[in-house]
Structures are given as structure tokens and as C-alpha cells.
């Protein structure tokens, strides 16, 4: 029996049947949506959160399949099981079964789905209640915010996101517009590839094992001929580099080894080697090829092209609308008054965006917040139809800082406010269902490492991209005065120096340094209150 199993964080569409390996052959296909029901013991939920012990539940699932079909012969099944937050009403596991027989099918699936709950390491983490009814006009399908004093450390402040920020759903793309997208299905084989046994050398075909003395030339290939015969003893084709062979079990003999005399030729150097790409060498129809959260770069949109995967579902472009406060910015190309300074903030986002693909729109607001709402109620369907909000400057609790208040306005709770770091603890976080916003601090270097270490993580979920993670490297040179009651995520250089990752800790002084910025590769995360790091001391930092 084929049995594929996927654990996967992506929304699952319901799926049915299977590669046509099996058309013809079977009677019976059973499929499953398993789907988050809108109640929990009772109470109303908004999604259910799930845990997966990876790859011992996938084994577990195979082994429950095939210990299965050995009371109930199937021939296919496939497992999708979807872990993370799935909101109510979205599928968090699709079985597909497919059989000669119905009895079996209808056993195999609900044999498995009862054995899964017991054996299978996968866990519902919690339900996440609905949002409280003042908020019920936002989308019913994020976890509810709480609002609260407490200021997060750095750790909690990526939970959060990480909890309400969840991937887009998936949308089939020509490959034209899929390159830089994340993959949100694992692509199958439909086919063998090659499709026939190929030549890999210009030569001559001839039967495996025939040691005929002289052979006959009985037709030519060319790369594009198909021309299927069955070759008998003693008879040869001439064919080219990749030329489909005319049957099975041929060989082909190169034609540097043959001394050829009109239409008979001679091997003059017996070789065993065949010359030649077997059917399904490289892969067999129903073998995943891609998989699922892979971002396509030029070489996998090459590979889709070949196995003839035109539409692959994928993240769609991210609508990011970024607004910049601040009377004081004047654009980069003008003198600035003494009172003024250049804008750095926008071209930095826009840099950021780059890699992602995504349609980014950048627009000033005035700094008075009256004027600032007759702006965006103008704008509001804008406003309303962008994946993520960012605005720059004013996070903080000036009289003239009115991102929170403004973000409010739009309709987004604010999940927090401030975080524990240095720099750039006035960080805001906000969502209104799907969608999110984020107010940054416009300092350049604080706004430098909250969009590094807070912004890159909700893109990543967002595109069902790898989120950047903490890795642990070692300190390249002494860290004085790296004390603080604030965590610090201090920019460095990282690089590989005689095989260990090595971290420059670069110089910054206050939040509105901008020399370390072009330098700075990474961020190294120094604990509260520490009193210094020396040289060599083992340190956690994520590098972009
Ligand atoms: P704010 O976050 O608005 O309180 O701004 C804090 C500091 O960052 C102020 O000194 C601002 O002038 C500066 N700043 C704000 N926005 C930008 C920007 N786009 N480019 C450079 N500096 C900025
Ligand atoms: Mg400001």
C-alpha cells in the first residue's frame, strides 16, 4: 500500500483521489475532513491550537496504516494532519483512502481515525475563546487579545505574534508570478519522469546482453522521434543524446566504440555500461517532489515547469501598507533645516520588502492626530484591505505619539505596546482578524531591530515562510557595559571564523544611531542585568 503522511502548519483544502497509478484498479475512495467544530466543552472557541511530536507521529501514522491493511488491503492512503492554531471551521485533518473494495476503505479510515486519538503523539495544545463581544465585529477566526499592563519580555512578544498571526490562504499561481512565494501544498509527480528510457549518448541501441558479432542498423532516432519497435538479437538503432529508446531493456553503445559499415556495425570495445536513463529513474509518478513551505526560488520553478505543475498553490502577495509620521522628516534628497532630519525609515522598509513578494504602499500622515483620522477615513478601504499595517514613529507616549490611538481607530486591538528590550521597547502590536499592524519606533536603530526581530517573524508566518529563529553562537570580542533591566538585542556581525559562528558585538550608543546599520547582520540577545559578556562566551542571536 503507497501511504503519505503530512504534518503540516498551512491551511489544508479538502483533497480527493489519487495520481492516476491507480485509475482503473480502484473501486472505492473514501475522504475524511476532519474540522474544528465552533465549541469546546461547551463554550464557544475561536481555534484550537495543535502540537505535533515530529517524526515520531508520522511514523506512529504510518505503522497504524499499514498494521491496518493487513486485515483490510487498501492500496492508497494519505494522511494531512495540520498543526499550529486552526481557526474554527478549517480542516485539521484530511484522510483520503483508497481501496479495491469499499468495506475496506470505510475499516481503514475509521480504524485509523480511532487509533489516532490513542497513539498518535499529536495534541490539542488549548482553545482559544472567542474575543469578547465588544469585539465581535472583528474576524472570528484569530485568538482573543488581552490587553494588559504587563510589559512583554522578548520572548513573550514573539508568542504573541506568533499566536495571532497565522499563514494567508494559498492561491494557484502561474509560475510566471510564483517566484519568491512559499509553496502551501507538497506537489506530487503526476507522472515518471523520464516518461521512457533515454539515451545519454549518441550511439547505437542494441538489446541488453546481445553479443551479436555484427548488428544490422534498423532505423535512426533523433532527440524528438518516437518511433516504439520491438529490437530483436542482432539488430541496432542509431540514436541520438536523449533520443526516446524505440522498447525496454536496451542498451546503447557508444558511438566512438562501433566501427560502422553502411547499415552493420561491429562493438570494438565490449562496455557494460548502458548509456541510458531508466523510466522513473528520477522520480515515479505519486513521489512528493516539493514540499510544503518551500520558497521557490529560479531552480524549484524550473523543476514544477518539468513536472508540468502550472498553477501551485502558494502564499498570496502581501498587501503592506506603511505610514510614516513625523513633522520632522524631510525626504532624503533635501538639505534638512536644523530642526529636521532625512526619512532613512521608508527606504528601510522598502529594502525589507524586498525579498518578499508583496505590494507596498508608502504614504506620510500628518503629525496631529485629527488630521491624521480625516487621512485614513479617506483611505479606509485601503486601510481595511491591507494584510499589514506599519507605521513608523510615534509608538511611544508623547503628546503628539498617537500611533496606539490611531491604530484603535481603525478598528485593531492592541495586544501590547511595549516590549522589555533596548533598544526599541515603544513597539506596538495590533490585529483586527486576519490582519495586522505594527507601530515601530521611528529611532532608525530601534526601528532597525524591532522590524528584524518582531516584523520578519509575522511576514514569515504570514507567507507560511520559516520564521528566523535563535541560534547559538560564540562572542568574537568583549561586551563592557552590557548591563540592563531591559533585555538588550544588540546588532552584530556575524561570521564564520575557522568553522564557528562568530558574533561582533558593533558599537551603538543611543536608539537614533544609524552607523552600525549597514554593518549589522545580526542580533545578539543579552540578558537582563547581566554585567558583561568576555570574549568567547557562548550567546543566542538570530542573523538576517
Ligand atoms: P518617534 O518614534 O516618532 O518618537 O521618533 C523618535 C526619533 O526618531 C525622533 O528623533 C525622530 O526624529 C526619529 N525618527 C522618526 N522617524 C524617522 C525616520 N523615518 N527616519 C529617521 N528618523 C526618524
Ligand atoms: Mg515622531
Redesign the pocket.
Known amino acids: 500500500m503507497k501511504i503519505e503522511i503530512q504534518i503540516t502548519p498551512h491551511h489544508i483544502e479538502p483533497t480527493h483521489g489519487f495520481a492516476s497509478e491507480f485509475t482503473g484498479v480502484a473501486g472505492a475512495i473514501a475522504d475524511f475532513s476532519g474540522v474544528v467544530r465552533g465549541e469546546e466543552n461547551g463554550e464557544a472557541i475561536a481555534a484550537l491550537e495543535y502540537e505535533a511530536f515530529s517524526p515520531m507521529a508520522e511514523n506512529e501514522m504510518r505503522r497504524i496504516l499499514a498494521s491496518l491493511a493487513e486485515s483490510f488491503p487498501c492500496l492508497a492512503a494519505r494522511v494531512i494532519h495540520r498543526v499550529g492554531i486552526i481557526p474554527a471551521g478549517d480542516i485539521a485533518i484530511q484522510v483520503n483512502i483508497l481501496a479495491r473494495h469499499r468495506d475496506a476503505a470505510f475499516a481503514t479510515l475509521s480504524g485509523f481515525m480511532n487509533r489516532l486519538k490513542q497513539d498518535v503523539p499529536i495534541w490539542k495544545r488549548r482553545a482559544l475563546p472567542l474575543r469578547p463581544p465588544a469585539a465581535q465585529h472583528a474576524d472570528k477566526s484569530a485568538p482573543a487579545v488581552r490587553p494588559h499592563k504587563h510589559i512583554p519580555s522578548v520572548d513573550e512578544a514573539l508568542e504573541a505574534i506568533r499566536s495571532h498571526v497565522s499563514s494567508l490562504h494559498p492561491v494557484a499561481t502561474q509560475l510566471e508570478q510564483a517566484g519568491g512565494r512559499i509553496l502551501l501544498e507538497t506537489v506530487y509527480a503526476q507522472e515518471d519522469l523520464p516518461t521512457t528510457d533515454r539515451s545519454t549518448r549518441d550511439g547505437f541501441a542494441i538489446l541488453q546482453g546481445d553479443s551479436s558479432p555484427v548488428f544490422r542498423v534498423v532505423d535512426t532516432l533523433y532527440a524528438a522521434d518516437w518511433k516504439p519497435r520491438q529490437l530483436k538479437t542482432g539488430e541496432a538503432v542509431r540514436v541520438a543524446t536523449g533520443s526516446a529508446m524505440p522498447c525496454e531493456n536496451l542498451r546503447v553503445v557508444m558511438q566512438e566504440d562501433v566501427e560502422r559499415g553502411g547499415d552493420s556495425l561491429k562493438i570494438l570495445s565490449p562496455d557494460s555500461s548502458d548509456n541510458v536513463r531508466r523510466r522513473g529513474a528520477e522520480m515515479s509518478a505519486g513521489q512528493p517532489i516539493l514540499t510544503a513551505g518551500t520558497r521557490l526560488n529560479a531552480g524549484a520553478l524550473s523543476l514544477l515547469a518539468t513536472i508540468g505543475c502550472t498553477r501551485p498553490k502558494v502564499s498570496p502577495r502581501l498587501k503592506v501598507l506603511h505610514f510614516?509620521?513625523?513633522d520632522?522628516?524631510v525626504s532624503p534628497d533635501q538639505k534638512p533645516m536644523p530642526a529636521q532630519?532625512r526619512?532613512?525609515?521608508?527606504i528601510f522598509i522598502r529594502g525589507c520588502m524586498q525579498p518578499f513578494p508583496a505590494e507596498l504602499r508608502q504614504q506620510r500622515l500628518p503629525e496631529d492626530f485629527e488630521r491624521a483620522k480625516t487621512v485614513v477615513i479617506d483611505q479606509r478601504p485601503g486601510i481595511d484591505s491591507a494584510d499589514v499595517l506599519l507605521i513608523?514613529?510615534?509608538?511611544?507616549v508623547?503628546d503628539k505619539?498617537f500611533t496606539r490611538k490611531l491604530l484603535e481607530f481603525l478598528g485593531f486591538q492592541t495586544v501590547f505596546q511595549r516590549v522589555n528590550v533596548r533598544p526599541g521597547a515603544p513597539f506596538i502590536f495590533g490585529v483586527a482578524g486576519r490582519r495586522i499592524a505594527f507601530g515601530l519606533?521611528?529611532?532608525?536603530l530601534s526601528h532597525f531591530v524591532t522590524w528584524h526581530a518582531f516584523v520578519t517573524v509575522a511576514l514569515a508566518r504570514l507567507t507560511g515562510g520559516t520564521p528566523p529563529v535563535f541560534s547559538r553562537g560564540t562572542l568574537a570580542s568583549d561586551l563592557p557595559d552590557a548591563g540592563s533591566p531591559r533585555e538588550t538585542l544588540w546588532p552584530a556581525r556575524c561570521q564564520i571564523s575557522e568553522g564557528k559562528l562568530e558574533l561582533t558585538p558593533l558599537r551603538w550608543n543611543s536608539s537614533?544611531d544609524v552607523t552600525c546599520l549597514a554593518d549589522a547582520n545580526a542580533l545578539i540577545r543579552v540578558p537582563v542585568n547581566i554585567a558583561e559578556l568576555k570574549a568567547g562566551a557562548p550567546v543566542e542571536f538570530t542573523s538576517f
Not at 513608523?392 to 511611544?396: F, L, P, Q, T
Not at 519606533?441 to 532608525?444: A, D, E, T
Open positions: 510614516l509620521t513625523g520632522e522628516l532630519i526619512d532613512s525609515n521608508s513608523s514613529g510615534g509608538a511611544s508623547g505619539d519606533p521611528g529611532n532608525p537614533g
